[in-house]
Structure formats: structure tokens, C-alpha cells
């Protein structure tokens, strides 16, 4: 008995220790797609609770007589913001050589910049 329950583990934990191969480019992309759908419908969810929200402050404050309403102050809230019609981002745009830090000198370095040599030993002569 105590070998087949054994044996039926090894084999049922077997598959759940196997790796998946790392996702592809494009299975990529479609991830981050749908992660900006779904970052985009929480704030659109957002936005109608809080204008939902407003609306039966509302129709409360409307319901009060005028000592409840001296009494309650209305607090300041901020307004709703509505996020807009969804818009698929296009991905991280390449930089132009300017911006993307690339100001190395034109040829290939084959000493640092600066030495305690002097010029003469450099060059092979006097200065000049």
C-alpha cells in the first residue's frame, strides 16, 4: 500500500516540477496588451464608481432640511477623472543617437584619456 501511494505521487509531481520555456516576443506583446486593457478598465471601473458616487451624495444632500445642512458641511472631494477611449501603446520607441547617450569619440580608444606621461615620451619628441 505504502508503495503505490508513493509511487502515485512521484508520478503526479513529476509534471507540476517541469519548466516552461520562456514566453516568445510576441506572446510578450500580447501580455502587455492585455495588461493595459486591464489597467485601462479598472480606472474606467473607477471613474463610474465615483461619479455614481457623487450622484447619490447628491441626491442626499438634496433630501436634507437647512439645520442638517449647516450642521454637515460639504467636504471637498476631487473631481472624477474619465481615462478616455483605450489606446494601444505602441511599445518603447527607439531614441535617436543624440539622446540614447552615445557620445563616444569616432575611433577606438587605445589609452585612457589622460597620463602622467609627458608629451615628449608620447609623441617622441619635443614639444612644439
Known amino acids: 500500500m505504502r508503495t503505490a501511494t508513493l ?3 512521484i508520478c503526479l509531481t513529476g509534471p507540476a516540477l517541469a519548466t516552461l520555456p520562456p514566453p516568445s516576443e510576441e506572446a510578450k506583446a ?9 489597467d485601462w478598465g479598472d480606472k474606467v471601473a473607477a ?37 478616455g ?15 540614447a547617450g552615445a557620445h563616444s569619440p569616432p575611433m577606438t580608444a587605445t589609452s585612457p ?5 609627458p608629451h615628449a615620451e608620447l609623441t617622441g619628441g ?3
Open 47 to 83: 471613474s463610474k464608481l465615483c461619479r455614481e458616487q457623487d450622484r447619490v451624495a447628491d441626491r442626499y444632500r438634496a433630501t436634507l432640511d437647512d439645520s442638517a445642512k449647516a450642521a454637515h458641511p460639504r467636504a471637498v472631494t476631487p473631481t472624477c477623472v474619465d481615462p
Open 113 to 117: 584619456p589622460n597620463t602622467n606621461a
Open 7 to 9: 509511487l502515485a505521487l
Open 85 to 99: 477611449p483605450f489606446v494601444r501603446d505602441s511599445g518603447p520607441q527607439a531614441k535617436p543617437l543624440e539622446a
Open 30 to 38: 500580447q501580455a502587455a496588451v492585455t495588461k493595459a486593457k486591464s
Open 126 to 128: 619635443p614639444k612644439k
